[in-house]
Structures are given as C-alpha cells and as structure tokens.
C-alpha cells in the first residue's frame, strides 16, 4: 500500500514551489507585453532556466522529505525480530535464495552476491519494466554491509541490462544478510542502515539483515504492517522465505 500522507514540511515547500512558478511566469508574461525591446527574449529565457533550476531543487528537496518521513514510519512500526531454527546457516539462507531465482553473481573470500532479474508484471500492468533482486551474503562478521565493488557490480547489471538485454531496470531490491556475533550498539547502528527511495521513475530499497546466533534470531528494521509500496512488499517477502 503506497503512502498518502503528506507531511506538513513537504505540504511547506509544495507550496512555496506552486507559489514560485506562478511567480516566474507571470514575471515572465508581463516582460512580454510591457518591455518594448529585442532583450525582453532574454529576460525571458532567464527567467525560464532560473525557474528549471528551482524546480529541480524544490524536487530533490520533496523527495527527500518523503524519504524521511518512510523512515520515520518504518521506525515507528518494527517488526519483533525473527526467530529462526537453529540449524539455519548462511549457505541454507543461499540455497533458499536460490531456489526463489537468484543466480550466484559474485563471490568473494568473504561475501557472494546473488542476483535475479523479473519482469515486474505482479504490480505494474502497462509499461512493464524490470525488477532487479541483490542478495549479499556476508560470511565474515567484521564486514561492512555496503561493499563499494557491489555497488559497482550493481551499477554494471543496471547498465548491460539497458543497453544490451534492453531490459530497464528501475526497480532495485537489495537484501543484506551478516552473521552477528556480538549484538551491541555499534552492530544495531549498522543494521539500521536501510534505504527506501521511491520518485517517480525508480524504487531503490535496502534492507540488513542480522543473524544472531545465541539466541538464533534474525534482526532487521523493517516495517511490521506499514508499506510505503507495494515493492516494499515483494522485498520483505523474499527475506522471509529465505529465512524460513
């Protein structure tokens, strides 16, 4: 279920914005028709990339307003953390990945990424595009969740699939799981880590995934009943059934 509430900062800037365009255009209009001279088409153009350039500000500002405030709601509505059996390892978790699709990408001595690419014909019906699903499994507890070569990795899936598959992605799904040894303040800061970005064009959501072994538990910040999209959805799924 997409979010409809509209907060009062970004109800603010929406406003200002609207204010500013009519402001702009009509400056605009009444150049043209009370400046008499060849550099009112100048003036004009000015005012029309001054008003470009402040509606992508006023974008980037909005966006980042929603971001925050689907954060603030997944905060607000966390899951219990996951109990787990006890005989589940990090190569069950693989094998689970791959028996929904995901395909062995990368490895690494101490992590692999997995990855599968779906056509998104569950919840967009018209314009169909593609779905992108990263799995990182962190073998070694001193890792970092974000690896800069998986960016990497993900930025060359993204740009061989548009340009050679002529499969657009703009639907990215990235699970990240780490065997935790010591659950302290430190290893909580990490996991919380998540992103979810939605305009427009692209979904981009990220989600760490703890695995405690005494008690065998899994931890995540992720929303229990709150859904800031139906993706959002598709995204926890998977780490379920991997966890299952």
């Known amino acids: 279920m997409d979010d409809k509430k509209i907060t009062s900062p970004f109800l603010k800037y929406y406003i200002l914005y609207i204010v500013l365009i009519i402001a702009t255009v009509s400056v605009a209009i009444l150049s043209y028709i009370f400046i008499k001279s060849q550099w009112v088409y100048l003036l004009i153009f000015m005012l029309m990339f001054f008003l470009l350039v402040m509606s992508y500000r006023f974008k980037k500002k909005l966006y980042l307003i929603i971001h925050q405030n689907y954060m603030d709601q997944i905060r607000n509505d966390v ?23 995901y395909k062995l990408h990368y490895t690494d001595p101490t992590y692999v990424v997995l990855t599968k690419i779906e ?27 974000y690896q800069e070569k998986v960016d990497a990795l993900i930025n060359d899936i993204q740009f061989k699939s548009q340009t050679e598959d002529k499969k657009r992605i703009d639907r990215l799904l990235i699970s990240q799981f780490k065997e935790v040894q010591v659950f302290d303040e430190k290893e909580k800061a990490s996991i919380n880590e998540i992103i979810f970005i939605k305009t427009d064009k692209h979904i981009v959501s990220t989600i760490n995934v703890g695995i405690v072994e005494n008690p065998k538990i899994a931890l995540m910040l992720a929303a229990k009943t709150y859904r800031p999209s139906s993706y959002y959805d598709l995204h926890l799924n998977s780490i379920f059934q991997a966890l299952q």
């Open 119 to 145: 056509k998104d014909d569950q919840i967009r019906k018209i314009f169909q595009h593609h779905i992108l699903y990263v799995a990182v499994l962190h073998f070694d507890a001193n890792n970092a969740y």
């Open 79 to 101: 899951i219990d953390p996951i109990d787990l059996k006890p005989s589940l390892s990090m190569v069950d978790i693989q094998k689970k990945l791959n028996k929904q699709g």
